[in-house]
């Protein structure tokens, strides 16, 4: 963005137990707000062919009714001229035919229930799903047929009817039936696989898990599997294409450095297993619960080892703990964005950590010249994809290191595995973190919450300095030049000594004891600020 079977059994059982509670607990407010409906779980029983690209589905959706209703909708995108998009040919409930309509993008359907009612419905529909649009049935690098969900924001609606917001989690079945000669991967664990008549499997994987529809898949090809074992009590697998094999299973292989890592960082992983799969994907990534689709070319691409810390990071930050909504988008790339760098900086240390801050930076500053939105932007409303940028990835990673900067280490991972606890399986706002990070530092954390989540652009920063040799003291003036003030730390090397002057005024003027004239000044030695500075010495000094 985006393995020991009787282990297995036995985890299955207890985070069935879990995920009842979960379900409890959720339940008011994993959905979208002010709907009338919450999705609890969904059956996806779907028929794939190698004669062409149409679909059949049978939805079986468990819905819980928020209000009392006389007819609700779901999504799902109907077939148009160009022939793209799904027919719903019935629906029913408890066997009996229950009266819809089908518009453009919602089957609405008629059905009265009422408050904290459960209602089961059975959609039957068929067609081909949009190029490269929710499910991408195409073929790969190889020539080879194959069919991957390709979900986010909001394109599961192209092939699975569903309430296709990330605020409405539940829990799910796919159950696929295809050709024998393809292997099917989805969320969840494979509970069965069986041989059929006419060369036809059916395979079907459970997920115990919430889930938002961003992250529900199939991936469905010919695949060469490599059983990792358990990394961090979890499950591994590698899902690459047969001709890619040896290179796949290698270069995927660092999956099992990464997630005991953020299992110990972060809190337990909330998923049966953890798959990587090579696929055919509109992103470099993406992370779909427990079953995480790559590019092709990924199997030999350098960053590989920082592409998957970006997309394990997702299990926890955007999976799990998911954002209310998409304006919150940051609470999901901004955190996978800003592990992946701390993931880096303990494996290669502190100074790949300031190389890579210092490209974010640069990226940030490079996006501001073009867009000057916040990074809570509430103005992407009919197109998402234009919240892929670095607002949302790397000023998000940038606000997460000021934080832990300002808070310490010690506060600052103990708010971050509070904010997963209390918020996996369920969703958050910007407003939700803030409240959790406070509780956890004993600090309020509103100004900064507002200066750079919600508020467009950085610090822009004068730093003019003279050197007072009578008084043998450097006096600085710091002056803010852009529209909104900031409440920053300024870090300043000055004659190889650091200091720190917090400024929240447009002026700031300090003096600091100096023997002898500094060479220079530099300004954030440490890459701690999302800011430019512009230094200026008078060149003279006061006699």
Not at 91 to 100: A, D, N, R
Not at 189 to 213: F, G
Not at 412 to 427: C, E, M, P, Q, V
Not at 502 to 508: L, M, S, Y
Request: glycine share 6%; net charge neutral.
């Amino acid at each position: 963005m985006k393995h020991n079977f009787d282990k297995i059994a036995m985890r299955k059982i207890s985070l069935y137990s879990a995920v009842i509670l979960i379900t409890f607990f959720f339940s008011a407010q994993a959905q979208v707000p002010g709907s009338s409906i919450d999705v609890q779980h969904y059956t996806f029983a779907l028929q794939l062919n190698d004669e062409n690209n149409n679909i059949k589905g049978d939805a079986t959706i468990d819905i819980k009714f928020l209000k009392d209703v006389s007819t609700f909708q779901l999504n799902l995108v109907r077939k148009n001229s160009k022939g793209y998009g799904m027919l719903v040919s019935s629906v029913k409930e408890k066997g009996k035919e229950v009266h819809f309509m089908q518009d453009s993008d919602v089957v609405n359907i008629e059905s009265i229930a009422k408050t904290n009612s459960i209602h089961s419905f059975t959609i039957s529909y068929a067609g081909v799903p949009p190029p490269r649009d929710g499910l991408i049935i195409s073929t790969n690098k190889f020539g080879k047929r194959t069919f991957f969900g390709d979900n986010w924001p909001n394109r599961a609606h192209n092939w699975l009817p569903c309430v296709d917001n990330p605020a409405d989690k539940a829990t799910l079945d796919f159950i696929v039936t295809a050709p024998t000669h393809y292997q099917v991967i989805s969320n969840g664990l494979k509970v069965e696989e069986k041989e059929l008549t006419n060369n036809l499997k059916l395979t079907h994987w459970k997920e115990t898990a919430l889930l938002p529809p961003k992250v529900m898949v199939i991936g469905v090809a010919e695949f060469a599997i490599d059983n990792l074992g358990d990394a961090g009590g979890i499950p591994l697998y590698t899902y690459v294409f047969p001709e890619n094999k040896d290179i796949g299973f290698k270069s995927y292989a660092v999956a099992k450095e990464i997630l005991p890592f953020y299992i110990k960082k972060f809190g337990p992983y909330a998923f049966e297993k953890l798959a990587n799969v090579q696929s055919k994907t509109i992103f470099g990534g993406m992370e779909n619960s427990g079953a995480i689709f790559y590019a092709e070319n990924s199997v030999n691409g350098r960053g590989i080892e920082s592409l998957m810390a970006h997309e394990i990071a997702h299990q926890w930050f955007g999976d799990a703990a998911s954002e209310k909504s998409f304006s919150n988008l940051w609470l999901s790339e901004g955190f996978a964005t800003y592990m992946t760098n701390y993931y880096m900086e303990n494996k290669y240390g502190v100074d790949t950590l300031k190389t890579l801050l210092i490209k974010d930076r640069q990226t940030v500053l490079s996006f501001e010249r073009r867009r000057m939105t916040p990074v809570v932007d509430t103005t992407a409303k009919n197109d998402l994809m234009v919240l892929l940028n670095a607002n949302s990835y790397q000023k998000g990673g940038w606000v997460l290191h000021m934080l832990r900067r300002k808070l310490g280490d010690e506060m600052f991972w103990k708010g971050i595995r509070s904010y997963y606890a209390k918020y996996n399986g369920g969703n958050a706002n910007t407003d939700d973190f803030r409240k959790v990070m406070e509780q956890a530092s004993g600090q309020n954390l509103e100004v900064f919450f507002k200066q750079w989540l919600f508020t467009a652009g950085h610090p822009q920063l004068n730093v003019n300095w003279i050197y007072n040799a009578d008084k043998k003291r450097v006096e600085l003036t710091i002056e803010q030049k852009q529209k909104s003030l900031y409440d920053v730390p300024v870090e300043l090397s000055i004659g190889g000594e650091k200091h720190t002057v917090q400024i929240k005024d447009k002026i700031t003027t300090v003096q600091f004891p100096a023997a002898t004239k500094p060479a220079s000044i530099i300004t954030d030695p440490d890459v701690n600020l999302l800011a430019t500075f512009t230094v200026t010495n008078t060149d003279q000094a006061i006699k």
